[in-house]
């Protein structure tokens, strides 16, 4: 349990630079890759970004980084140690912005109120000062910093948090010791295999299918295609092709990586068309990707979320990832919560 003995100084630090902020935060986003992925692939992402713009122009993205610590210094010594306790990021995209990301240093059972809510008030009072309120539009984290969150927010800011979640879901990851043995065959003519340009029209059928399907962030024909777009130009996008009735090629399933670090990487978005389902489609190109990232890319894990009642939990747990349908979770296997907010500026992720 994170102590708080030893006078502990809690304060903040806030960066609106992709470099700055890694500067500080890197070493203790690096020790835990698979929990920290939503914020330190993004914040990769960004700096690279930023290193590749000319000296002298500024950059239009608004990205924005809270970062709470706690320094304590030993009574018995003049030690000052520093911990990097919350990470709260706010990223740009097309689409308006990503959520407010929040990162812990400690796993949901350390996470008292004693613990959370001094610190959350003063991340929270960072970014009321920093961005304007409407910018947050909704919240994702771990559940007990997301529900203490909500409400300091909803304090500060006067925007009410939505009466039913956005997103209810348990972080899994898959390693080369979890990924089991691959259960078929595919079945003779289908392929599996990274989408081309020749593939946008297909591919941004599928990427809109799956936003109108999260409900709460839709995107327009156009924006899909820009997504769509984005996810083959940085080949962060494999697909299932098949042949319907008339044996026509089809683009089935797709599956998306779009948040990588060094040794962890995420798959964000799998999708079959209603069309081919019940075939395990998704099964197969998950299987695939997955072992592609832990054998050929050498990533240590490959991480995801899973929303609670999905019926696809049964086939990621099949294919290897772990603390899934009832069996016992390690540390890092836990609930995450989004929750959004009335009145606000809706992005999308």
Known sequence: MPSLSARPNINITTHSSASDFLSVASEALSLAEEQSNVVLALALKTREKEQQMQPGIASSARNLWVCVWTTKTSSRSTTVKSSLDFVFALNDNPFGGYPLFIWSGYPSCDLTPAFVEHRIQLAAMGLYKSVPSQRIFSVFGLVPVVRAFQNIWAHISGHNPEPIPFYSAKLSYCTKLTLQPASSRLPQGDSLRAAEVNDLEQVAALCHGFAQDSVHFPL?????????????????????????????????????????????????????????????????????????????????????????????????????????CGEPRPTMVEDWLEVGFQDTTRGHW
């Open 220 to 324: 327009e024909d156009k924006e899909s295609s820009m997504q769509a777009f984005e996810l083959i130009r940085e080949k962060q996008v494999w697909v299932y092709q098949t042949c319907d009735a008339y044996g026509r090629p089809r683009i089935a399933s797709i599956v998306c990586s779009s948040r990588s670090s060094p040794n962890v990487t995420s798959i964000t978005k799998v999708y079959t068309d209603p069309e081919f389902r019940g075939r395990q489609f998704a099964k197969h190109l998950v299987y695939w990707v997955t072992q592609n990232f832990l054998y050929n890319e050498s990533k240590e894990a490959v991480v995801l979320y899973v929303s609670h009642g999905n019926p696809a939990e049964k086939v990621y747990h099949r294919i290897g990832y772990a603390g899934l």
